[in-house]
């Protein structure tokens, strides 16, 4: 007999991470499946961060680390979000976690208690709304829409400010819609939330540098929120070392003690030879880093221009990221005279099993209407995706 607790019951499986499942699955089998479900870059990792891992093994880098990170890498963090984010967070107002997912879920733990309100701006990435829920929160969702660019205005944020409101997380650029907030868009937001004592961001700024336009600015740069601000980010995306897990937070000094204490008993310090991977890649630059996003935008025009072709889709083109969520309320309802689709995610599952191509569901992201697709993948394999694509949901009737 199962006995599983509450806790666990209440999660929903990470639908992003079990469209990969499925995808990997088909493929053993012999099918040829294109996945463009997974938030991963598809370069490799750059060789000067190869090369310092090898040195730390040769280095004896095999004991427990510190649970904050190692000095030298939170002065490494520390001197980024100076030089690239004009926010100042001492290496004391550091920890070095397994991954952003890591550092978020230390946050919403140290910060909620259970029935108190976090807000979250759909569609928002998926994890969040089951990371609240695992610290006894209550998620509260405010809509936005593709015609104004997937963003919340600052009176839909302030409507829904209470008592009970703890948190607010804000991602730009954004997983799953791809779309950046101006800065003059998030002052104020950040005028709204410094109207309420005790109500904090977390600013997940994981995508920073895969930014086509404008510039990336951070939430803590504004300094009357500054000390109710948390962010987060990490080396998975920008310098392609998403297997590494290396995330981390700056954060004012008594919550990032409270996240120390709480990673403590959890993982305690994450993996040695990770970290000075993660150093090494903070503190060089080869131009890989540019040219992956120089990549991303490339890859970018040509889904987009393609996507754009299909009768019925409608999207909305992405500032930064390596995500497109195009809206695809109009294939609702409809058959191919074997299945009907009654929800994005069917429709996602219709894709896999008849294109076999691999997108994602928006309902996981609080998007029903939409469907999110990673083109963190070679410009060949996005033409033949998109090909497929047009040709199932042409059968749809």
């Not at 088909?26 to 996945?35: F, P, Q, R, T």
């Not at 609702?332 to 929800?343: A, H, N, T």
């Not at 928006?362 to 469907?371: L, N």
Request: glycine share 8%; with cysteine.
């Amino acid at each position: 007999m199962e006995h599983l607790s509450d806790r666990i019951r209440s999660l929903s499986v990470s639908q992003t991470l079990a469209m990969a499942q499925k995808s990997r699955e088909l493929k053993a089998k012999g099918i040829d499946v294109i996945s463009l479900s997974l938030g991963e870059p598809d370069f490799n990792t750059p060789d000067y961060v190869k090369e310092a891992a090898k040195k730390a093994i040769d280095e004896n880098y095999s004991k427990y680390p510190p649970v904050p990170g190692y000095n030298d890498l939170r002065e490494a963090i520390s001197a980024k979000f100076r030089d690239e984010n004009g926010i100042t967070y001492t290496p004391e107002q550091i920890i070095v976690s397994a991954g952003g997912k890591h550092s978020i879920i230390n946050v919403i733990l140290s910060l909620v208690n259970p029935g108190e309100e976090v807000i979250l701006l759909a569609p928002y990435w998926v994890s969040y709304y089951d990371q609240v829920i695992l610290a006894g929160g209550k998620p509260v969702i405010i809509q936005t829409n593709l015609e104004n660019d997937f963003k919340v205005t600052p009176e839909q944020l302030d409507v829904v400010i209470t008592p009970k409101t703890r948190l607010v997380i804000f991602n730009s650029p954004s997983n799953p819609t791809g779309m950046a907030y101006t800065r003059e868009e998030m002052r104020e937001l950040a005028g709204v939330v410094s109207k309420y004592k005790g109500v904090y961001i977390i600013s997940d700024e994981i995508y920073e540098h895969i930014l086509f336009r404008g510039e990336h600015v951070s939430m803590a740069s504004f300094d009357f929120i500054y000390d109710r601000v948390i962010t987060v980010n990490g080396v998975s995306k920008a310098y392609a070392m998403t297997g590494w897990r290396i995330g981390y937070l700056g954060a004012p000094l008594w919550l990032a003690k409270a996240v120390d204490k709480l990673q403590g008993q959890f993982t305690s310090g994450v993996c040695s030879i990770a970290q000075r991977a993660a150093l090494a890649a903070l503190r060089g630059d080869d131009g890989s880093r540019d040219k992956m996003r120089d990549a991303f935008l490339r890859r970018r025009d040509i889904i987009c221009k393609l996507l754009k072709e299909i009768r019925g889709m409608k999207i909305r083109i992405p500032d930064g990221a390596f995500y497109v969520m195009p809206d695809i309320s109009s294939f609702l309802g409809k058959s191919d005279g074997e299945v009907k689709i009654k929800d994005s995610g069917e429709l996602a599952l219709y894709l896999l099993d008849k294109a076999q191509v691999a997108v994602v569901g928006g309902d996981a992201f609080g998007a029903p209407d939409c469907i999110r697709i990673s083109y963190a993948t070679s410009d060949e394999l996005l033409v033949e995706a998109v090909r497929r694509i047009k040709e199932a949901l042409g059968r749809l009737k």
